[in-house]
Each structure stands twice: as structure tokens, then as C-alpha cells.
């Protein structure tokens, strides 16, 4: 997909880079490997205990980590979060807004509406948030980049996750948007697909009473062996952090994808609006 690795040592130097949900799973992937590529790396999240073994583990191999303990669902947090990143690391470069859970699930008929709503302020609120406290120092600055981690689940119809399914429809969506207010203002938004990663959120999924009896059939790709490991989305992350991708802004980019392709057709990806939430119709159909 591309020759960039996350080992590549001063790809990202004197950058800086906020990872949300960065204690555990593809976060820390995340910060790893943005902290290999020379950024230092603002982590976040709700775990203090996990939040400091990401941060040594990047110490350990040479890099600049700081955590921060907060909840990104909360608007007084995290608008007062920005200003303390900023002032510890310096300015923000690059916004990962990875912070999500997978749960409730099972039918809408039986959905706790709390449970249910809870998901959508950690999976879509959460990245608005964050979004909405760097846009306006990126903005100021003329540069910056937000990766927001949707999911191939965003694109589906897939029943008894409904909650998340739609939290992530809705992020794909946002980052079209955002991407488009922005574009005359060097932001490039982003959002992945990161494939199937065996994380903390995934094991609730394999062994949760909810998740064995509504969803039998992610166990099954488990065992299939076809789940990936997260360095492909770190690697992803990282060509899109480059900036060499920036024509793609708007996109809805999963692992799988061949960014050097895309990239050479980026005029017939505009023009056709590729890779972004499109409805299909009859009509479009019958006029090709």
C-alpha cells in the first residue's frame, strides 16, 4: 500500500499528535508509531494506569509521549484539555480521534435508550469534541490533520449493533464535512477503516453474554484468521500524517485501499465522489 513504515524516525519530527483513546488496543498502537515517526504524542484517556504504560513504552523506545486522564465525551474537559496540551507538548499537528466502545448490543426493540445514546457520545460526540477544540488552533496556524477512526460497520446494515453502526455512518459523514469547511484552510480530514483488530473493545464482543448471543458470527472471523494486526492501520495513519495524501481530504479510506492508486486518480475520485457515503438509485443505475 505504501513504503512508509512506522519506524520511519524523523517522518513526523517536531510534530505534535493527539491520540484519544490511547491507553490500550489501536490507540497505543497509534501513539507508538506516531511517536516512532518523531511526533510527540498527547495520549488520552480514561485509564490513568493504562495511559502511563503507553507512555513508558514509547519512552522506552526513545520517544516523547505526555498523558492526559480525561473523558473526551465531556465539552468542559476537553475545551480545557486543549489549551494544557498545547502548552506541555506545543501545537497540535495532527488530531487521531480514536476514543470509541462497541457496545450495546442486541435488537432496538430491547436497547437500553441510555446505554444506547452513551455509545454515540463516545463514538461521535467524543471526535466532535475534540474537533472542535484543535480546529480553530489549526485554522490559526494554516495547517493541520484529523484522522478520525470510523469503521467498515459505518457503510453496513448490520443488525444488533445498532448504536455503533450509526455512530460511525455519522463520523464518516462528519469528516466529509468538516473536510469540506476547511479545505481552503489547509485541514485535511480523514477518516479509516482500520480492519479487524483483536482489541479490548473486540474481546467484549467475542466473550460477552450480549455479544455471543446477538453477534455469533464475529467469533467465527476470529478463527476464520481474518483478523489483521493494528500495525496496518498504524501504517495507514502514518502515510495519511505525512501529509502525502492530503488530495484525499474528505475520504473515507479503509487498509485495504491502494493510496498510491487513489492518488494518481484523484480528479476522477472528485469527480465521481469516491470513497465518500453515496446513495445509490435506480435512475443513477440505468444512466451508466
Known amino acids: 500500500m505504501n513504503s512508509l513504515t512506522p519506524t520511519s524516525p524523523d517522518m513526523l519530527s517536531g510534530q505534535v499528535a493527539v491520540v484519544t483513546g490511547g491507553g490500550r488496543g489501536l490507540g497505543r498502537a497509534f501513539a507508538i508509531g506516531l511517536a516512532a515517526a518523531g511526533a510527540s504524542v498527547a495520549v488520552i484517556s480514561r485509564s490513568g494506569e493504562q495511559l502511563s504504560e503507553t507512555v513508558r513504552m514509547i519512552s522506552a523506545a526513545g520517544g516523547h509521549a505526555a498523558d492526559f486522564v480525561a473523558d473526551v465525551s465531556d465539552p468542559l474537559i476537553v475545551d480545557n484539555l486543549a489549551p494544557e496540551i498545547e502548552s506541555r507538548l506545543g501545537r497540535v499537528d495532527l488530531l487521531i480521534n480514536n476514543a470509541g466502545i462497541g457496545t450495546p448490543f442486541g435488537p432496538v426493540s430491547e436497547c437500553d435508550p441510555e446505554e444506547w445514546w452513551r455509545s454515540l457520545e463516545i463514538n461521535l460526540r467524543s471526535p466532535l469534541l475534540c474537533s ?33 453502526i450509526v455512530a460511525k455512518a455519522a463520523l464518516i459523514r462528519l469528516s466529509e464535512i468538516i473536510a469540506a469547511e476547511t479545505r481552503d484552510q489547509n485541514i485535511s ?18 466473550e460477552s453474554e450480549a455479544g455471543r448471543k446477538w453477534l455469533p458470527w464475529f467469533g467465527k472471523l476470529f478463527e476464520a484468521g481474518r483478523d489483521v494486526p493494528p500495525n496496518h492501520a498504524v501504517r495507514l495513519v502514518l502515510r495519511l500524517a505525512s501529509g502525502e495524501a492530503d488530495a484525499l481530504s474528505g475520504r473515507f479510506i479503509t487498509i485495504s485501499d491502494d493510496v ?3 492518488l494518481e486518480q484523484v480528479p476522477e475520485i472528485k469527480s465521481r465522489d469516491l470513497y465518500t457515503l453515496r446513495l445509490r438509485t435506480e435512475g443513477e443505475n440505468r444512466s451508466r
Open 132 to 164: 472542535r477544540a484543535f480546529l480553530p488552533r489549526m485554522i490559526a496556524r494554516g495547517r493541520g490533520r484529523i484522522i478520525n477512526v470510523a469503521s467498515g460497520a459505518g457503510i453496513m446494515s448490520i443488525p444488533y449493533m445498532s448504536s455503533y
Open 189 to 206: 480530514v480523514f477518516a479509516i477503516e482500520p480492519g479487524t483488530v483483536r482489541t479490548a473493545m473486540a474481546q467484549s464482543a467475542l
Open 260 to 262: 498510491d492508486s487513489m
